[in-house]
């Protein structure tokens, strides 16, 4: 069956370092990859996609990496800070359904 | 844009009650899907729609689940009779085109079945 592995274990980093998330997928052959924050309270917010033939996608301080034959992305942060904060989730789609992570919980203390 | 716009936010109700949610997708965004999430098993898609027409409805737990789209602005989520396992956040989220712009969610609603 499908299934996609996020860190259960809270990662905790100190300011200005940067901050790297995995998110491992099996048996599945994803189009694309989304990464979504959510915190306590709220619903999920979009801040990537990235598709199967992008290797890399940045914006601001947020890079997404997508190795296909790895089945993996990774997702990071670069000079976090305390208000990076959250859940962040990965979500890969099967026809326009999002087949999500459980996220990983990151904390940045200053 | 207020964004995608839920309620109640918040939904305490006894069991075997039927329990109604409300979603307002933004304007112009033709994907609505309905959410649920628990500890247990996370974000669980229950049924999505495209120009208020339901697509896939495969993750409705039971036909004691209905949603509807009467229309662009506006879809309910059903629960009739609502049991304590019910008992999760539901999120709608929609989008322009989710291959492109990913997906906006709503704040959620809580529910409790006691």
């Known amino acids: 069956s499908q299934k996609i592995e996020q860190n259960s274990e809270a990662l905790n980093i100190q300011e200005g370092k940067t901050a790297t998330l995995t998110c491992n997928y099996t048996n599945y052959s994803p189009a694309y990859l989304q990464w979504y924050r959510q915190d306590p309270g709220r619903g999920p917010v979009f801040l990537l996609l990235?598709?199967?033939n992008e290797k890399e996608k940045r914006k601001e301080r947020l890079k997404v990496t997508f190795d296909t034959t790895l089945k993996q992305s990774l997702f990071h942060i670069t000079a976090s800070q305390p208000a990076d904060s959250a859940t962040y989730l990965c979500a890969l789609d099967s026809n326009y359904q999002l087949i999500w992570g459980a996220g990983t919980k990151l904390i940045i203390k200053p | 844009d207020a964004g995608v716009i839920q309620s109640p936010r918040h939904e305490v109700t006894e069991m075997g009650q039927e329990v109604t949610l409300r979603c307002k997708p933004i304007s112009g965004h033709d994907y609505l899907f309905w959410y649920r999430q628990t500890m247990m098993r996370g974000l669980e898609l229950l049924i999505y729609?495209?120009?208020?027409?339901?697509?896939?409805d495969s993750g409705m737990p039971e036909d004691r689940f209905s949603a509807k789209m009467p229309n662009a602005s506006f879809s309910t989520l059903k629960i009739q009779p609502s049991e304590p396992r019910d008992s999760a956040v539901y999120f709608c989220?929609?989008?322009?085109?989710?291959?492109?712009?990913?997906?906006?969610f709503g704040s959620g609603t809580r529910l409790t079945v006691v």
């Open positions: 729609f495209n120009n208020n027409v339901p697509i896939d």
């Open positions: 990235i598709r199967e």
């Open positions: 989220a929609s989008s322009l085109e989710p291959v492109i712009y990913g997906y906006t």
